[in-house]
């Protein structure tokens, strides 16, 4: 007995414990137990805010955020629990029907067997379709069941946004993207903070089948639409700098390329393109060289060479220098010209122009070979060491050895004078000379003018100045600017030469590093074409600098390569800006001091026409209908009345000499003449002469100019 004694009060033990657990977690937790079950069915989601829109300079949209709709239906609301199986069909079936012929992603069938699906299940929600536009919200909201409403019909709507580029390509990477999980890079990266908004919340509520549906139609807290982003490309530049950069491209068979176009004085960039070739041979825009890649930039950097020399006081264009046959030896590296020199002595003016590599290396060399270091002091106060400090992430770090470098050697410094053992990118390259441009001046490089919210300015962007300002004396700066003059006029870059404006610049021909060599699978060199300058060069409004790398069609220098880019680009700019046409003379002709000659016709058009003008008239006080201007002076006209209509009440032919021929022919076709027209113009002679008497119905020719 004692054993079955212990089971029973192990047992009743037992039951007194589940009671005790039972009062506990309903007295004493039960709060926390139906927090958590609220937790598990009821959840607040995050509604996210409508991206702002970035703009171009003319305010045309480069990227925005369109409104899209998931749809579904709750089967469960009174409304539709009330209705027959036969009613719910019918209803159902005209449903499923609109919906194929509008969305077409599923047929009749499946729509229709989705929802008896869900009716006999009693689920209380359903998905029907992503992705819906506004425009066919518009329509479904009228549909069989949804024209109803959320609390008869059971219609479910959830917003998302997709984020659309109406130019497609166009300054694709420039523009960049805001990606879960991915680096934001372009544009979106930059200024996210503004474009993005403050988030919303809802209440939504866990149902059969893992779905979550809103539990109401309002927002738990309603998002903030973010702002708007003003940026400084040219659209139209734009398009013009990707077209033309393709197509050098696809001719020379290159690799990867870049153009950016750039405000002297503000620094904004108006275009920048950046364009490399798949394995299909296609080109797309997939990194932006422009800004992330650092090479040797070649001969462009010859500009900064000389403009140290000519800085520190050791030449002046006038000096000359002896580049024998066009190669000589430092140590044991052979540099030479890309061509044999006219003259074995050249002044640094020609030696620029011709973009000679000894002449440049021998003047460094001379001047700098005790106190390499010297060198390398100045083209870092050029800013040329550092990077630009730009709004877009990815910028490369340019390097200007040191004496200090491990690799620095005894050839280090002839190679930089003519562009290699330094590395650069294309924007922080153009920035200098940009600078050149600017009178000494260098601005960072900007990419967005103003950030606005619901069209008001709330944040306006002024040019930055960088680093030491001006980077040389006015003297230095005036002869860099002769120098690229003179390239363009009488050099390497001749094939730029415009009639219209003039351009100052320089080529460049660069063998490029690629993955460790300088030599494809081919074992052909490597090279890279560039042209970099601005323009109009007697004022300059505007910088550009053109790359091209590995070019594999045989051709390979920058003017013929790189050049007639800049030159579609500023060909462009020329065409659509005023800015940069040299303004008219003011004086007037003496033509434009005196009246015109008017042509006799109807008062009221004539006088009104003259007043716009701000013509000086004088008019009879009973002047109407008809006049016949008259000249009184140089600066004005009488307008007399002319009885014309009273003439041809009295079958009398007018004189319609001088006039045009709308007007004669609504006099004298009105009052019964036929007339014949020969020529256009003027009328300077009519058959029947003025004066003479005629009936309804004569035929008069006028000849007019």
């Not at 003319?58 to 709709?69: F, G, K, R, V, W």
Request: proline share 4%.
């Amino acid at each position: 007995m004692w054993r079955v004694i212990l089971v029973y009060v192990c047992i009743c033990l037992f039951g007194v414990s589940i009671i005790t657990r039972v009062a506990l977690i309903q007295f004493k937790e039960g709060e926390m137990w139906r927090a958590r079950a609220k937790t598990l069915t009821t959840q607040e989601f995050v509604v996210d805010a409508s991206r702002g829109n970035i703009y171009d300079v003319n305010q045309n949209l480069l990227a925005t955020s369109l409104p899209y709709y998931e749809i579904g239906i709750d089967v469960n609301t009174e409304y539709i629990k009330q209705l027959s199986s036969s009613e719910f069909n019918k209803k159902a079936d005209s449903l499923s029907v609109a919906l194929a012929n509008l969305l077409g992603n599923k047929s009749r069938r499946e729509y229709f067997s989705e929802l008896r699906l869900a009716r006999t299940s009693g689920d209380r929600y359903v998905q029907l379709a992503k992705e819906v536009s506004y425009k066919q919200l518009q329509l479904i909201k009228k549909f069989p069941l949804f024209r109803l409403g959320k609390n008869k019909g059971g219609f479910v709507v959830l917003q998302t946004s997709k984020r659309e580029r109406p130019f497609q390509l166009l300054a694709s990477r420039t523009i960049g993207y805001d990606r879960e999980e991915v680096k934001p890079i372009g544009l979106e990266g930059a200024y996210n903070q503004y474009l993005k908004g403050t988030v919303g919340r809802r209440l939504m509520q866990k149902i059969a089948g893992g779905v979550w549906m809103p539990l109401t139609d309002e927002n738990e807290l309603e998002p903030e639409d973010g702002s708007d982003v003003i940026s400084t490309i040219d659209i139209n530049i734009q398009d013009v700098a990707e077209h033309s950069l393709l197509t050098q491209l696809a001719k020379h068979n290159a690799d990867h390329g870049c153009a950016i176009l750039m405000d002297v004085n503000t620094g904004a960039v108006k275009a920048i393109a950046n364009l490399s070739r798949k394995d299909s041979g296609e080109y797309v825009e997939n990194y932006n060289y422009a800004i992330g890649s650092a090479t040797d930039p070649g001969s462009t950097f010859k500009l900064a060479s000389l403009m140290a020399a000519m800085e520190d006081g050791y030449i002046d264009l006038n000096d000359t220098v002896d580049v024998g046959n066009g190669s000589c030896k430092f140590f044991d590296v052979q540099v030479k010209d890309s061509h044999h020199p006219e003259k074995s002595k050249m002044t640094v003016q020609e030696v620029f122009e011709q973009s000679s590599n000894v002449g440049v290396a021998k003047l460094i060399y001379r001047h700098y070979a005790k106190d390499p270091q010297k060198f390398v002091d100045r083209l870092c106060k050029f800013n040329l060491n550092n990077a630009l400090g730009i709004a877009i992430a990815g910028e490369a770090k340019p390097r200007i050895k040191t004496i200090k470098d491990k690799d620095w050697s005894g050839v280090t410094l002839p190679q930089m004078a003519y562009g290699y053992e330094l590395s650069i990118a294309p924007l922080q390259l153009l920035s200098f000379y940009n600078a050149v441009a600017n009178n000494g001046i260098t601005v960072r490089p900007q990419f967005v003018s103003e950030i606005r919210k619901k069209g008001r300015v709330i944040k306006k962007f002024e040019p930055e100045i960088v680093g030491t300002s001006p980077i040389c004396s006015r003297k230095t700066i005036e002869m860099a600017k002769r120098m690229m003059e003179g390239v363009v006029a009488h050099g390497t870059g001749k094939a730029l030469k415009n009639s219209a404006f003039t351009v100052a610049g320089k080529t460049g021909t660069a063998q490029i590093l690629v993955n460790g060599s300088y030599k494809d699978r081919d074992k052909k060199a490597i090279y890279q074409a560039s042209f970099v300058g601005y323009f109009p060069a007697d004022n300059p409004k505007y910088s550009c600098i053109v790359v091209v790398s590995s070019p594999s069609s045989g051709e390979y220098y920058g003017a013929k390569v790189a050049g007639p880019v800049f030159k579609d680009i500023a060909d462009k700019i020329y065409s659509t800006s005023l800015e940069i046409h040299k303004e008219i003379n003011a004086v007037q002709p003496e033509f434009a001091l005196r009246a015109p000659a008017v042509k006799p016709g109807v008062y009221k058009d004539i006088s009104k026409s003259l007043t716009v003008l701000d013509i000086k008239t004088q008019s009879e006080s009973f002047a109407s209908g008809w006049t016949y201007p008259q000249l009184k002076d140089s600066l004005s006209i009488v307008l007399p009345t002319w009885k014309v209509a009273d003439d041809l009440k009295k079958n009398i032919v007018p004189n319609v000499l001088g006039m045009c021929a709308q007007d004669a022919l609504f006099l004298l076709e009105n009052n019964g003449f036929r007339v014949k027209l020969i020529g256009s113009g003027v009328i300077t002679k009519q058959s029947i002469e003025a004066g003479t008497k005629f009936i309804k119905g004569t035929t008069i020719q006028l000849e007019l100019t």
